[in-house]
């Protein structure tokens, strides 16, 4: 007999976690990686330029884009909130603006993506009661995010590139985006053969069986998700406006899907060093100076960085209701 989809949710989440390695280990080998790709960037560059340029960044433009990327969060959590009603949690949309900004704080201190989803899952699965539909909704939040951002990058890279990145750089992103889209496409055929695999496999496909089943019930999130990447563009669009440079949006459509990728990768503290040097080099590629490039990816970290400290106002002074967990509570 076939088990539904909330049945894989509670299977696999039941399932006793692998070990892993201890949290403050890896926060310390992670944000040292970060510092230290930025005092090699400063090293071998020369920190003065990019410094120089920094200082020319007009505040009513810094200002903008702060304003634009807390207006991208805010519309992330209605995406949440869309995805958490598939799973039968109906949750005011304050409470979870509160969980998602906590959310957002937790990442400026954990490496990658991962931490502020398990924070804010794990508050809105205690508040409930509901620990394995809050699990899966935060996970296909997160993985509905990253197919529209492949798919976004391969997008852009179609239609602005016009010679300004060489194939080498277009042919993989389009590749990755042509290969999330037949994945997505294929997403129920997927959850029913998946149970078949190993436990690891089981585990991971179960916890979004809702959604994989359904793939367009996802279709919301993913269109919420696009606007939210063009909007992160935008945003360093205005930072290039405030430093006084010419460069046209389309280049920004183009580059920071691209960058952004590389950043969501868990290397370091919330994409320190990695988005600067991707910034580098692809800008370098359309003829933008080292300085300039350089100056762009720690203003969008600046920006970025305020966002989430916006976060600790929701981290400390939300409590979560002092229940007993059960299995799957401790599980998770």
Known sequence: MNDSPATEVHRAIAEPPSRRPHPYFSFLVKAGIGI?????????????????????????????????????QVMSTYRWRLLAGI????????ELLAYYFVGMFTNLFVPGLVGGDAARA?????RHHRM??????????RGYGLVALFWFAAATAILFNDGVLPSS????????????LAGYLASPLIARFARFGPRLLRRAVGAVAPYLHNPSWGLPAIGLSVILQASLAVCQYLLALGLGLKMPLGLF????????????????????GVR??????LFGMAG?????????????????MLGGLLGAIPFATLRLPAIKPGKAEIAA
């Open 253 to 272: 459509m183009l580059v920071v899907p691209v960058a952004n990728v590389f950043a969501s990768l868990p290397i370091t503290l919330n994409g320190l």
């Open 276 to 281: 600067e040097t991707t910034y580098l080099m």
């Open 132 to 141: 394995p539909e809050a699990i899966a909704c935060t996970v296909a939040d």
């Open 36 to 72: 230290a790709i930025i005092a090699f960037l400063i090293w071998h560059f020369d920190a003065r330029p990019a410094l120089d340029v920094l200082a020319h960044e007009r505040p009513g433009f810094f200002a903008a884009t702060f304003a634009l990327y807390v207006a991208g």
């Open 87 to 94: 799973v039968g949690l109906k949750v005011r949309f304050r």
């Open 169 to 180: 750089v277009i042919a993989p992103i389009v590749g990755v985006g042509s290969v999330v």
């Open 122 to 126: 794990f508050y809105l699965g205690r």
């Open 288 to 304: 933008v100076s080292r300085a300039d490039a350089i100056a762009l990816g720690l203003l969008w970290f600046l920006a970025t």
